[in-house]
């Protein structure tokens, strides 16, 4: 039986690349990197060079890039630091997304209840926010507005540079959480006035529990773990440094292939689409063109996802319902129901990830298996049958 990984949004395997640059690190350059003798500056060295490739990544300084555990750790430190700094200036209130991932949204909701107000913007039904509509959000006492880069679960690719450019001319800081987006899709913090920015390695294709916190030169963010002066003394404790390592190298040549990668992915992307499309009952969700390049979304009408999910991973494909964040909940997913889909619709989505490891083989065979999978389930399902009712008018 073939198998195909299809789940890249959800994580991504380790790169060779990335492989070998860390393997020294973990083996004959095991030094501290806070420590004076050389294996510990070897270890130190190689930690600034991942800062650097970072760095030059997304246009920032070296002295802006703070390594951390991963995406969920650099949303919550940077909401819950730009709340602590707000406050003290007498500004409680921050503008989000409806379709945030739950590492921001708990983080807000978790701030409400400390007494900040928070501002839910909702999107179009491509799952695209309107500027305007966070313009007309802003207000004296706002301190923050986080929208994501990239849309985990529809892939929908957010106006950043507008919603950078409008948050400059209001005096309020602007983060975005691009852990879909980084190494995917170009990122210029400059030139989309970024103010902070999130990043996460197992997302391309570097190692799981490391990740990356921009934060714009000038902003005095709150220390997130006290203790040694490692990371500028704002997150201590002894760096991770095969992991650095495998992150920095990984997003270099993530942004080195970028177009190519892009290119060729959704291509197999589109071809997805028009396969999956001739299923009927169907619909795309998100938007066709501001889209990441390997994400696919659908949901099918009288079909339940979980069970989608089970039959495709009986014949070797990996495949996700939305987020690997909420499944295991019986809720359909905050994000199809913020795009305005119905309960029973949104049951049956199904997200395909792919990405430049990808074949074109690999394609034609989840759309082979994935068109008698969908009709099977639909003979079992009571929901179909009322569907196929109503549709006959009866
Ligand atoms: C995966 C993901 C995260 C969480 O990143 P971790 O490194 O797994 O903590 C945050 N935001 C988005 C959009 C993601 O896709």
């Known amino acids: 039986m073939r198998y195909v990984y299809a789940d890249n ?25 806070s420590s004076l003798y050389s294996i510990g500056q070897t270890a130190h060295r190689a930690i600034e060079k991942a800062r650097q490739q970072v760095a030059a990544a997304i246009n920032a300084d070296k002295s802006e890039i703070y390594f951390t555990s991963g995406g969920s750790e650099s949303d919550n430190w940077v909401i819950r630091g730009c709340a602590e700094l707000g406050k003290k200036k007498g500004k409680c209130h921050i503008i989000t997304t409806k379709i945030e991932h739950h590492a921001v949204l708990h983080t807000t909701a978790k701030l409400e209840k400390e007494g900040f107000e928070v501002t839910y913007i909702g999107v179009n039904d491509k799952g695209i926010v309107d500027v305007n509509d966070i313009a007309a959000a802003i207000r004296e006492d706002t301190c923050l507005v986080t ?49 902070f920015l999130s990043m996460s390695g197992h997302k391309f294709h570097a190692v799981k529990g490391t990740g990356v916190l921009y934060c714009k030169n000038g902003v005095k963010l709150p220390n997130l773990i006290e203790g040694g002066g490692q990371e500028s003394g704002k997150r201590a404790g002894t760096e991770n440094v095969p992991g650095i390592v495998a992150l920095g190298a990984a997003l270099e040549e993530a942004c080195a292939n970028i177009d190519k990668n892009a290119q060729k992915v959704s291509a197999l992307r589109d071809r997805l689409f028009e396969g999956a499309s001739k299923i009927s009952h169907s619909r795309i969700n998100g ?26 991973d009986a014949v070797g494909i990996s495949a996700s319902s939305g987020s690997a964040c909420t499944s295991g909940s019986l809720d359909p997913s905050h994000v199809l129901l913020a795009i305005g889909l119905k309960h029973e619709v949104a049951h049956g989505s199904l997200r395909l990830s792919i990405d430049e490891n990808t074949s074109g083989e690999d394609v034609e065979y989840i759309l082979e298996q994935l068109t008698p999978i969908i009709n099977r389930l639909r003979d079992m399902s009571p929901l179909w049958e009322r569907i196929i009712a109503e549709d006959k008018g009866e």
């Open 287 to 312: 938007d066709t063109e501001k889209r990441l390049p390997g994400n696919f979304s659908m949901c099918f009408e009288g079909v339940e996802g979980e069970s989608l999910l089970l039959m495709l």
């Open 147 to 195: 929208v994501m880069f990239a849309n985990n679960e529809i892939g929908s690719v957010q106006p950043i540079e507008e919603i950078g450019k409008l948050c400059r001319e209001k005096g309020v800081w602007f983060h975005t959480d691009a852990v879909q987006a980084a190494g995917h899709i170009a990122i210029d913090v400059k030139k989309q006035n970024i103010d």
């Open 9 to 33: 949004a959800a994580t991504t395997a380790v790169s060779k690349t990335a492989l070998d640059a860390m393997m020294p690190y973990l083996t004959e350059h095991c030094g501290n990197p």
